[in-house]
């Protein structure tokens, strides 16, 4: 869909402008921020990334980057590998990996919640609407779980993910399977089913999480790396916990469509598990985790079109593909840096080779 001109924009908020306009058969509320934005997405998906991508197949005399579908497949896993890593960074050097499974299997319910009402009840709402109320009221509870648990914040995440699994399988059985074939495209994630729609959601929710990130990146580091002195500092400390987990619910809630909910949570960690082997700052680490990630999503795309398997199980077994290189690549360097050095640098004169055990002291 072809963009507004100029004229045609100061038009829209006329009194004597119409309310619809009709381009290429399809209707635009001007009225509507969220129609015009919606319009904006289309004319940017179709107009400026899809010329893009046509171009760039016929270029390379590669036909599937010509397919709708397949465009906004790519268009999709590059927002996950920047939304992944991004948030999944913060969580990693937290130490709540388990986080982010948690809440995709509690999105897991939350779809299954739309889809039970859907059938029980002749509703039509969105799973993935079901999925993000209950994967942010599912987040603020694991959070005020993990403040209060201390210790036992694994118990806690687990105690909620096993139950979120639990509702899940309940509430699909409780239809006789009814709902079972709707389900599968999220347990599993699938290219063919990612429609403009859940695109537009993705790309909304990586403006989102990108700019909230930036804007809070300072205290949200300080709260990472060290709570106590971000306490000191007079940093909200709760305020941007919750923050960081309702981010994690949004990103998973985003990503389910493609990836899936058993896997989503992969790309929120295995990305940032590769970049920490060779990161020396924070801001580095994040970098280098969306690049890792950036190529997996691509490579794992790739490959489920090319051979016909889950798009999902493609990218994490890209990721970790990543991560085994960079730790076998890391291992092969040090060790040969440390075989260089001299042997009286190595090992200070006057030091015997015997393993010095440790004992109780002396007697006397």
Partial sequence: MPLPRPTALINMFSPTTTDMITDSGSQLALQSP???????????????????????????GVRMLGYPYMQRAYLA?????????????????????????TLAHTAFAGVAVGL????????????????IVVAVGTALLVEL??????AYSDTSLAIVL??????????ITATDGGIAVGIDAYLFGSLSTVSKTNVGLLVGMSLLVGTLVTVAYR????????????????????????LMVVLTALVVVSAMQIMG????????????AAAALVARSFKQSILLAILAAEFATIAGVTVAYTYGVAAGGSIVLA??????????TTELTTTSIIGRIPTQIRRPAGRSDRTIKADGGDEK
């Avoid at 896993?77 to 920047?82: E, H």
């Avoid at 039970?116 to 999925?131: C, E, G, Q, R, V």
């Fill in 261 to 272: 909910v058993i896997l989503v949570a992969a790309m929120l960690v295995v990305p940032v």
């Fill in 219 to 242: 205290p949200l580091l300080y709260v990472t790396v060290d709570a106590t002195a971000a306490r000191a500092a007079r940093i909200n400390v709760s305020l941007y916990k919750r």
């Fill in 162 to 171: 096993t139950g979120g699994f639990a509702l899940g399988s309940v509430l």
């Fill in 34 to 60: 969220s129609g015009w934005l919606w319009g904006f997405f289309e004319w940017f998906l179709i107009d400026v990334y899809g010329t893009a991508m046509n171009l760039l197949s016929a270029v390379l």
């Fill in 116 to 131: 039970f009402l859907n059938a029980t009840l002749s509703l039509s709402l969105s799973p993935l609407l079901t999925a």
């Fill in 319 to 328: 990721a970790i593909g990543v991560y085994a290189t960079v730790l076998v």
């Fill in 77 to 101: 896993a590059l927002c996950i590998g920047v939304i992944g890593p991004l948030v999944g960074t913060f969580l990693v050097h937290r130490q709540l990996s388990m986080l982010a499974d």
């Fill in 145 to 150: 779980l993990i403040e209060y648990a201390g």
